[in-house]
């Protein structure tokens, strides 16, 4: 993704099904200028339901860091554990 600059931006990936026996380790790192507004969402079922696979995956772990100008204000890592559910 380019940098943000002095405008707003809405970055919306499309959805990730972890399937059986997916393993993701994925980073997304997002440059925003000063000036700059950033809004992100990203939709992670918890497995494919139709197939029947719901919570059968192994390890999907996703990391989101936001830095305006170089300085870190975002970090978020996302784990999914399909061992504990609520």
């Known amino acids: 993704m380019r940098p943000v600059t002095n405008r707003r931006q809405v970055y919306l990936p499309g959805e990730l ?3 059986r026996p997916a393993i993701l380790d994925q980073e997304t790192c ?6 700059g ?3 992100i969402g990203e939709i992670v079922p918890s497995g494919r339901f139709a197939a029947g ?3 059968l995956f192994t390890r999907p ?4 860091a936001a830095r305006p100008e170089g300085r870190l204000v975002l970090l978020e890592h996302a784990r999914l554990d399909p061992t ?3």
Not at 61 to 64: A, G, K, L, T
């Open 61 to 64: 772990h996703h990391d989101v």
């Open 37 to 39: 507004m950033l809004a």
């Open 17 to 19: 099904i972890p399937f």
């Open 53 to 55: 696979e719901p919570n």
């Open 84 to 86: 504990h559910q609520l």
């Open 30 to 35: 997002l440059q925003v200028a000063a000036a």
